[in-house]
């Protein structure tokens, strides 16, 4: 599995944080976190895992929308990230007038209507798929994720999940739309290579990419659940400021990066193409850029 700058997480949070509030509003969050309290009780605490949590950006979007009081167990195979981690949810808490302590090797945060016991560990997702536990596990989560796996190792996961009736949430997973504007001649010979980019192996076996939530949500049917979907994209433009300009040029940049490895007789093509779209942001004129995300909810009646 590549690793992940924590820099480039922390320039993606408030686009992926908007995404998110978008869906919720179609999801109704809330009360798919009240069916396994109902089996467990108004005042337990709902057990949640945290697949490939970074820096903790999943814990911030969702815990809020859940409420009342959790536990999260956060995964990740990176110790750069985890060391990282507990700071940013610290920071994060006493951002918003919260209390947040250490516990030992975890952290507790409080806050009105909502409570948080959160511990963490490195593990390989993609080579000990088995040796994550399970058990007691309400919801298992991820954000940008499922697009990096595989089918088979999502299959897989699914039957784990459906065994241990845990509900699963998997947020902003690409779907393949990018839509510029303005449109650019490349724009379709680049896009096209970067989605091949996006199906290559990250670790788990040829990538989904932007196939994820149409190869997710037969599998699950499947294994019984019901689900719902719900976009979660990301606006970005140049003219809400800094912010958005940097998100834009960095979107440029990887963009280019991966189609030019993709596809290495196409480089002079794709640089100028990199280079139009750079001078575009050195001009006063707008800049903008959809990224098609969706979210996906999935749980037992």
Known sequence: ??????????????????????????????AFAARPRRRRGPDAALQVLDLGCGTGANLRALAPQLGGPQRWRLVDHDPQLLAVLPIALQSWALSLGWHAERTGAGLRIEAPRLSLDVVWQQADLAADLEGLR????????????LDLVSADWLARWIARSRAAAAALCFALSVDDRLH?????????????????????DKGFGPALGGAAVDVALPLLARAGYRCATAASDWQVDAAQGPAHRAMLA???????????????AAVSRVRAWRARRHALLAEPSAMGLVVGHTDLLAWFD
């Not at 960095?250 to 290495?264: F, K, L, T």
């Open 180 to 200: 510029w504007q303005p449109s650019d001649a490349a724009d379709d010979e680049v896009h096209a290579l970067f989605r091949a980019h996006q199906r290559r």
């Open 250 to 264: 960095a979107m440029v940049d990887g963009i280019a990066s991966a189609a030019c490895e993709q596809d290495p």
């Open 1 to 30: 599995m590549s690793g992940f700058d924590p820099d480039w997480l922390a320039l993606r949070e408030p686009f992926d944080l908007a995404a998110r509030e978008a869906a919720a509003q179609a999801l109704d969050v809330p």
């Open 134 to 145: 399970l058990d007691d596990t309400d919801l298992v989560t991820a954000s940008a994720l």
